[in-house]
């Protein structure tokens, strides 16, 4: 079965700071990692990777992907109270078209 | 926003009612999903349709019953839920089913309470 673990489940950081989001997974016939972010209800796309160890960067936030040691992170530098959001990881396979997605780190930025 | 919308977007009904979801897509994608996420959990896939075509029903109990009239529009029709149906029901939709093509957009979302 299918498996994305995301850690840690919630964190509480103050503007400026800078996080690191976890993504592991262990999906078989794995072809990319997608990260989500989701304010109060629609997650909207952030990033999709699918090769090894290139940064994908957009503003404050970059995410790589390790396909050896099965696991993503997501960074956000600087960060600010509009980053305030749940931060989802899915896993996509290569033969099928489900996204298996965990649960979920809550991010909450103080002013 | 992200080209798919939601609508009811709360719902309060009771277990005896009958009620519709609805998802309207205009981006022309191909393929649109229900997922269904409750608190602290993963979201689970629910149903997923390629082309007005159902593709995908996982396991999902026969209460929760999808239309899709065509590839712009998707329902939800829900009758004698149970207060564990409480959740936000998210719709979103592909390009394609395939793996290239599976960035997918959602909705808003709606947060349905069953009493």
């Known amino acids: 079965e299918d498996k994305v673990v995301q850690s840690p489940l919630s964190l509480v950081v103050h503007e400026g700071d800078t996080v690191t989001l976890n993504c592991s997974y262990e999906?078989?016939?794995?072809?990319?990692l997608l990260w989500y972010k989701q304010e109060k209800k629609a997650p909207t796309f952030l990033f999709m990777l699918?090769?090894?160890?290139i940064e994908k960067k957009s503003g404050r936030l970059s995410s790589i992907l390790d396909k050896k040691e099965l696991f993503s992170i997501l960074n956000i530098t600087a960060t600010q109270t509009g980053d305030s959001a749940i931060y989802l990881c899915?896993?996509?396979?290569?033969?099928?078209?489900?996204?298996?997605f965990g649960a979920g780190t809550t991010v909450t930025v103080r002013a | 926003e992200t080209g798919v919308t939601q609508t009811p977007r709360h719902l309060v009904m009771g277990m005896t009612n009958k009620k519709s979801l609805k998802c309207e897509q205009h981006l022309g994608h191909n393929a649109m999903y229900w997922y269904k996420q409750s608190a602290k959990k993963p979201l689970e896939l629910m149903f997923v349709y390629s082309l007005e075509e159902r593709v995908e029903n996982n396991s999902v109990p026969s209460r929760f019953s999808p239309e899709c009239p065509n590839s712009s529009h998707l329902f939800l029709h829900l009758h004698t839920l149970q207060p564990e149906d409480s959740a936000l029901y998210l719709c979103a939709s592909s390009q394609d089913l395939g793996a290239r093509y599976n960035e997918q957009f959602f909705g808003p979302g709606t947060r349905l309470t069953v009493l």
């Open positions: 899915a896993a996509l396979t290569f033969n099928d078209y489900k996204l298996s």
């Open positions: 699918t090769s090894s160890g």
């Open positions: 999906v078989t016939n794995f072809r990319s």
